[in-house]
């Protein structure tokens, strides 16, 4: 396994500075139980007669449900660990557990569903919008592509392979519209846009700005439909979040250029700018950058950081569906946070060019990733092979700023 060597290479075993109490986003008490509340929300609260041990011997911590554990693991430095044992379980939970809610979340220009399973755990489910091999067409603007729900399976996996592990658990899933959606949904708007499509399947649409119609509605075979299923961050209610709007922000207009695509010295004017101006920030930036050209994802208008940690904690790379759309052309606007800048963090450039020798081939690692996913496989072949041809240009635009 060529991702087993990697985790295990010593740029993979680089220790997180030690972890206080103020560094974890939960501070949980391992000798007090935890009990859920009922309304089907993800809140859990602390129980009114604190217990020593449970019955079976065990700590609380142990009964809680996997999703929970993942909350509690949070930290200043990372969503989760580099050899987290609760990932396989995490994965596994998201493809299988049983459906008991389903609900359109509210907002976004397209149709998404909070999935609700038995132990009060939530997961955002993404429908697929096209197939493996379709291509964003050469004429869409990038606000208007689709969002892909491969794209985002594919890109926590990418992110774990870069080490920054800053994008929430996702996989991918076989999802039944009638007894997994239509038949459990409480949402009234929501099922009112069921209907059978002419050839016999079952179709619906929901109601958002942008995709959200009959021309646009998505639909089973006959009712069987492939989906994303991501890990829900804790309940903003108890784990507060603040959004950021990127310096390198996109017009969002046919015709109009944003302010960093005119002005070659834009960076020097982010630099002055906090919170860019002290501590890792920007070098986060970049990596979330670095990441983006890799997937070909336009679309990163805003980032979020837990509120608890300030600005001195990582960027959650949040809502990747417009990556992976295309695979025979490059954006190096993308870019443009690295060129203009030419900062790096070490660490994320020694790793790059690891990932771009032959033992460690990037597309290799992902494909081997990939391969586990109940929808394997997650990316065509060409996708893959786009990785490696970006990684280079990755470092040759880190070679031309060290030349510089």
């Given amino acids: 396994s060529k991702l087993a060597a990697l985790f295990e290479h010593p740029l993979y ?20 139980k935890f009990s859920l ?52 379980t995490l994965l596994r939970d998201l493809a299988t557990q049983r459906i008991v809610s389903s609900v359109q979340k509210s907002g ?3 149709l998404k569903l909070i999935m609700t399973f038995p132990n009060y755990g939530q997961a955002l489910f993404k429908p697929m919008k096209q197939t493996r091999d379709q291509e964003t067409p050469i004429d869409f603007f990038y606000f208007s592509d689709f ?34 959606i239509r038949d459990i949904t409480t949402d009234k708007k929501l099922a ?3 209907f059978i499509s002419p050839a016999g399947n079952v179709c619906f649409y929901g109601e958002c700005s942008y995709y959200c119609s009959t021309e646009h509605a998505l639909c089973g075979k006959p009712d069987r439909l492939e989906g994303s299923m991501a890990a829900l961050l804790p309940d903003k209610t108890l784990a507060k979040r603040r959004s950021w709007r990127s310096p390198w922000r996109r017009s969002y207009h046919k015709s109009k250029k944003a302010e960093w695509e005119l002005n070659p010295n834009y960076c020097a004017q ?23 050209f890799l997937m070909g994802n336009m679309d990163r208008h805003h980032y979020e950081t837990f509120e608890k940690f300030g600005n001195d904690t990582f960027l959650l790379h949040l809502d990747n569906g417009r990556g992976f759309g ?8 993308i870019l443009a946070p690295l060129r203009q800048c030419c900062s790096i963090k070490k660490s994320t450039y020694l790793r790059l060019q690891l990932l771009a020798t032959q033992p460690y081939r990037l597309s290799d690692l992902l494909r081997e990733a990939l391969a ?25 635009a880190v070679g031309r700023c060290l030349a510089r």
């Fill in 13 to 32: 075993n680089i220790p997180i500075p030690e972890v206080t109490e103020k560094d974890k986003l939960f501070v949980v008490n391992p000798m007090e």
């Fill in 37 to 88: 509340r009922s309304s089907g929300s993800d809140e859990w609260v602390s129980s009114s007669k604190a217990e020593t041990l449970l019955p079976t011997g065990k700590t609380a911590y142990d009964t809680y449900p996997t999703w929970l554990k993942f909350h509690v693991g949070i930290n200043r430095y990372e969503l989760y660990p580099r050899q987290d044992p609760l990932m396989p």
């Fill in 108 to 110: 976004g220009t397209q």
């Fill in 147 to 180: 969002e892909r729900h491969n794209a985002e399976i594919a890109a926590f996996h990418l992110d774990r392979i870069l080490d920054f592990r800053r994008i929430p658990p996702v996989s991918g899933r076989l999802v039944n519209i009638t007894k997994e």
């Fill in 192 to 194: 009112k846009t069921f």
């Fill in 270 to 292: 982010v630099r002055e700018t906090p919170p860019y101006d002290r501590g890792h920030r920007l070098l986060d930036l970049i990596d979330m950058t670095i990441l983006d």
């Fill in 326 to 333: 295309t695979h025979s052309r490059d954006e190096p606007s």
């Fill in 372 to 396: 586990t996913d109940p929808l394997a496989p997650v990316l065509a072949e060409p996708h893959l092979r786009a990785l490696d041809r970006r990684l280079g240009k990755v470092l040759v």
